[in-house]
């Protein structure tokens, strides 16, 4: 662990690494059923890295997202706001929800405390009124005890929350990390990944709609609650 916190170190005071030429990425193979679209030179990328395909998911593993306070009080690293412009279903079925999964690795020597922050939001890019977003936050105070890992998690249920149908959307997931550490105190954490997953319904959603009574009248119950 230490090891990796040295790493980390050296890693940020160098700058990270920026892709040669900014480019705007479609990550859409023959066989996804979720695709994603994304600028690989957004700011973000310092902290987080780019994203590589884990099935229809989406996985970081940043090589530098760290906050570290060695007696020097509040100390921030972000907030590290990264853009999907796009991601849609190309057999437009609806994404039912996006969940974001993160794992971080920390400790707290003699007192001070930790914090990881995760803000998302689904915006509709069909329909501008379609809106989704939440806050979650870790908070991690008291000694340690040595290296630790936590987890954080949040998820936005879309097509429940939606008017219209919810197959292509601009997600934006942002990270804000913070350590605290007064004199003699140390105090660190760094985020190890971060994975973008979504649940969507098995077949386009007006076949599903259709071929479903109780489908049809839960979602025109859905669509008015909302109006």
């Given at each position: 662990?230490?090891?990796?916190?040295?790493?980390?170190?050296?890693?940020?005071?160098?700058?990270?690494?920026?892709?040669?030429?900014?480019?705007?990425?479609?990550?859409?193979?023959?066989?996804a059923?979720?695709?994603?679209?994304y600028?690989?030179?957004?700011?973000?990328?310092?902290?987080?890295?780019?994203?590589?395909?884990?099935?229809?998911?989406?996985?970081?593993t940043?090589a530098?997202f760290?906050a570290?306070s060695?007696?020097?009080?509040?100390?921030?690293?972000?907030?590290?706001?990264?853009?999907?412009?796009?991601?849609?279903t190309?057999?437009?079925?609806?994404?039912?929800?996006?969940?974001?999964?993160?794992?971080?690795?920390?400790?707290?020597?003699?007192?001070?405390?930790?914090?990881?922050?995760?803000?998302?939001?689904?915006?509709?890019?069909?329909?501008?009124?379609?809106?989704?977003?939440?806050?979650?936050?870790?908070?991690?105070?008291?000694?340690?005890?040595?290296p630790?890992?936590?987890?954080?998690?949040?998820?936005?249920?879309?097509?429940?929350?939606?008017?219209?149908?919810?197959?292509?959307?601009?997600?934006?997931i942002?990270?804000?990390?913070?350590?605290?550490?007064?004199a003699?105190?140390?105090?660190w954490?760094?985020?190890?990944?971060?994975?973008?997953?979504?649940?969507?319904?098995?077949?386009?959603a007006?076949?599903?709609l259709?071929?479903?009574?109780?489908?049809?009248?839960?979602?025109?119950?859905?669509?008015?609650?909302?109006n």
């Open positions: 662990m230490k090891q990796l916190l040295t790493l980390a170190m050296t890693a940020g005071a160098l700058g990270a690494v920026m892709p040669a030429s900014a480019a705007l990425v479609t990550d859409c193979p023959i066989t059923i979720v695709c994603y679209e600028d690989n030179a957004q700011a973000a990328v310092a902290l987080t890295g780019l994203p590589t395909r884990v099935g229809d998911d989406m996985q970081f940043p530098s760290l570290l060695n007696g020097a009080g509040f100390v921030t690293a972000g907030p590290a706001n990264f853009v999907f412009s796009r991601v849609w190309p057999g437009g079925q609806e994404i039912v929800s996006l969940t974001v999964n993160e794992e971080f690795d920390y400790e707290i020597v003699n007192g001070g405390d930790v914090r990881a922050t995760l803000y998302m939001q689904a915006r509709s890019n069909l329909v501008s009124s379609d809106s989704l977003s939440n806050i979650w936050s870790l908070p991690i105070a008291g000694d340690s005890g040595g630790q890992i936590a987890n954080l998690s949040g998820s936005l249920l879309t097509a429940a929350s939606f008017a219209q149908a919810a197959n292509d959307m601009r997600v934006t942002q990270d804000t990390l913070r350590a605290n550490a007064g003699g105190q140390l105090a954490i760094q985020k190890k990944f971060t994975l973008v997953t979504e649940t969507v319904v098995p077949v386009p007006a076949v599903w259709l071929g479903s009574g109780l489908g049809l009248l839960g979602m025109a119950r859905r669509r008015q609650s909302l």
